[in-house]
């Protein structure tokens, strides 16, 4: 199970070594949570699962066992993976540990041939520039109560279940041109998770719960007014607070999103290890999955 170990880090209270870098399973779900909790973030225990199951989910442990820093790589296939979910518990912070898992889990993505791939926020930004990652595009968090009256559209999309998979894969790969199978399926099998297709199928929405709120993503349309019908259906139908991931270059659902009641979190760049491969955003995807996800 052990990777690797960190060098001894220097604290205030002089030499400390660093605990091993371990490989999680799923019995580390709810100390996964624990810490994604205490950052205030909105991933949930299937969230952490599927990391552990689909992905290389990694894990540094106190003397007690418990957790105390995390990070993930997802592969899509072997084009490219996401490196998320990194995570240090206040107390073990500035002692190498982030950086020691996110070498882990860029070479786990390298040696596997799949260009690694992350979300940031315009600090995190600014170090993973210094590993070699290039910025993309920007996107916005948007947030809402939930509880905006939103109208119905006159063809309005169809909900979609777990029978859409095909069809709904196959959108998301022609927008994203990775392939994500096996995160959509497990949205859609979640419990809580509601899925629309538009009248026409060419595109399609998913909305799933969160430990702080909904996540409305992915959203994959023909064009900006089709985004809008779907994600009117999402929001008709969610009574609790809404996040949503939107490229910044996506002006008229954000227009759209302020009529509603929406207001922006927070920002955050797409990037890429190495500068030949600037993430751009795909002409179909209005909304992403999220940070963690893509």
Not at 198 to 225: C, H, K, N, Y
Not at 244 to 272: C, K, N, Y
């Amino acid at each position: 199970m052990v990777l690797s170990e960190v060098q001894e880090a220097r604290t205030l209270n002089g030499l400390r070594e660093v605990p091993r870098i371990e490989a999680l399973t799923l019995g580390d779900v709810e100390g996964g949570l624990a810490l994604s909790d205490a950052a205030g973030w909105n991933q949930t225990a299937d969230d952490w699962a599927l990391f552990i199951q689909h992905g290389r989910a990694l894990g540094c442990r106190d003397a007690a066992g418990g957790l105390v820093a995390t990070a993930a790589a997802l592969p899509y296939g072997a084009e490219a993976g996401w490196i998320s979910m990194v995570l240090v518990a206040e107390g073990w912070r500035h002692r190498g540990l982030a950086s020691a898992l996110m070498r882990e889990c860029l070479a786990h993505l390298q040696a596997a041939g799949a260009l690694p791939l992350l979300d940031a926020t315009p600090a995190g930004a600014a170090v993973y520039r210094s590993l070699g990652f290039a910025s993309g595009f920007g996107f916005e968090r948007w947030q809402s109560s939930g509880q905006g009256d939103v109208a119905i559209a006159a063809e309005p999309p169809r909900l979609a279940d777990a029978s859409d998979i095909d069809r709904i894969a196959s959108l998301d790969r022609s927008a994203t041109g990775l392939d994500r199978r096996f995160l959509l399926e497990s949205f859609l099998f979640r419990a809580g998770t509601r899925a629309w297709l538009s009248a026409d199928t060419r595109g399609f929405v998913i909305a799933r719960e969160g430990r702080r709120a909904t996540q409305i993503g992915p959203l994959v349309a023909s064009g900006a007014g089709q985004a809008i019908v779907l994600l009117g259906a999402a929001l008709a139908a969610s009574k609790q607070p809404v996040f949503l991931d939107v490229p910044t270059s996506r002006r008229e659902i954000a227009a759209w999103l302020e009529r509603q009641g929406f207001h922006r979190q927070r920002p955050f760049f797409r990037m890429s290890l190495g500068a030949a491969h600037p993430p751009v955003v795909g002409e179909r995807s209005f909304a992403l999955a999220g940070p963690e996800f893509g």
